[in-house]
Nanobody, 124 residues
Framework: QVQLVESGGGLVQAGGSLRLSCAVS????????MAWFRQAPGQEREFVAT????????YYADSVKGRFTISRDNAKNTVSLQMNSLKPEDTAVYYC?????????????????WGQGTQVTVSS
């Protein structure tokens, strides 16, 4: 079993920055690709970014490319999401997720474990 706990959400003005973190425990962290998803009220959960097991490969949704950066520290069992130039449309609950799938995947159904989510609110 793998446990994921997100932190770092909050309220920020448009154009500001936030850094989300996800602490992972329970299994060998480096055996999982990691991702961030988000879900706004009344909308489906959407992919934001993913990072490979080693951290050598990253992939982003077009809506966040150039503004968000995903990273991981396999020594500390953490994955982070640095969010810059935030927009009101980035407002959502952000979830950390882990998958044992080797390939890079962007659909929620491919992820095995999820955190409880952290709220990000961007005011205009």
């Amino acid at each position: 079993q793998v446990q994921l706990v997100e932190s770092g959400g909050g309220l920020v003005q448009a154009g500001g920055s936030l850094r989300l973190s996800c602490a992972v425990s329970g299994r060998t962290f480096s055996g999982y690709a990691m991702a961030w998803f988000r879900q706004a009220p009344g909308q489906e959960r959407e992919f934001v970014a993913t990072i490979s097991r080693s951290g050598g490969s990253r992939y982003y949704a077009d809506s966040v490319k150039g503004r968000f950066t995903i990273s991981r520290d396999n020594a500390k069992n953490t994955v982070s999401l640095q969010m810059n130039s935030l927009k009101p449309e980035d407002t959502a609950v952000y979830y950390c997720a882990a998958t044992s799938t080797i390939r890079m995947v962007t659909t929620a159904i491919d992820y095995d474990y999820w955190g409880q989510g952290t709220q990000v609110t961007v005011s205009s």
